[in-house]
Every structure is written in structure tokens, then in C-alpha cells.
């Protein structure tokens, strides 16, 4: 069994930040790619940014040269530090990774998702 859970979600004003981390754990031989979604109300899950197990990153163009994403392989936890927040980033944030289990084949996990709001 293989979960992720997510932390760092919350409230906060235009401007400002918050870093999200989604650690993953269970039965892990492997995991490739690491990556953070979101979705806001009425609208469709989307990419914010993805980093592999070499540590290459893709990001979203509307959160480039803002949002920074990271991870710690040893942890098997990736981060997302959001800057320059703006109350169109307010959205669910879900955590997502491409893994193999010890015993179980490469399939995509996602984690429960967690609140960010950014006030005007």
C-alpha cells in the first residue's frame, strides 16, 4: 500500500507564500515523477509544475518565476514553495507521483488535496 500525504495548504493574503510538501511512503521501490496539480472550483485539474527523480522541472506558464518545485529523494517528498500569490492560484492542490511498489507495477498515485485560498 502506497500513500501520499500532503501538508502546508492554508490561507493567505495576495503577495504572499506558503510551501506545500506531499511525502509519500508504503511499499516503494521506485518513484520517477514527482509533481504538484491543482483545481479550482468549475475548472478542469491542471500541471503546476512536475520535477523527475534526476531533478528536471516543468512548470505551468502562469506560476513560472513564482512557484519553485523540489523534492528529497531520501524522503521520498516533494515541495512545492509558492511565491507572489495571486487569488487566481486559489485553488485544491493535489499531490501526484509515478511510482513502482515493491510488489506492485508503476501506476500514478495521487494524494488527498489541500486548500489554498488567496484574499484580494
Known amino acids: 500500500q502506497v500513500h501520499l500525504v500532503e501538508s502546508g495548504g492554508g490561507l493567505v493574503q495576495a503577495g504572499g507564500s506558503l510551501r506545500l510538501s506531499c511525502a509519500a511512503s508504503?511499499?516503494?521501490?521506485?518513484?520517477?515523477?514527482m509533481g504538484w496539480y491543482r483545481q479550482a472550483p468549475g475548472k478542469q485539474r491542471e500541471l503546476v509544475a512536475a520535477?523527475?527523480?534526476?531533478?528536471?522541472?516543468n512548470y505551468a506558464d502562469s506560476v513560472k518565476g513564482r512557484f519553485t518545485i523540489s523534492r528529497d529523494n531520501a524522503k521520498n517528498t516533494v515541495y512545492l514553495q509558492m511565491n507572489s500569490l495571486k487569488p487566481e492560484d486559489t485553488a485544491v492542490y493535489y499531490c501526484?507521483?509515478?511510482?513502482?511498489?515493491?510488489?506492485?507495477?508503476?501506476?500514478?498515485?495521487w494524494g488527498q488535496g489541500t486548500q489554498v485560498t488567496v484574499s484580494s
Open positions: 508504503g511499499s516503494i521501490f521506485s518513484i520517477n515523477v
Open positions: 520535477i523527475t527523480s534526476g531533478g528536471s522541472t
Open positions: 501526484n507521483a509515478e511510482l513502482r511498489g515493491t510488489t506492485t507495477p508503476g501506476r500514478v498515485y
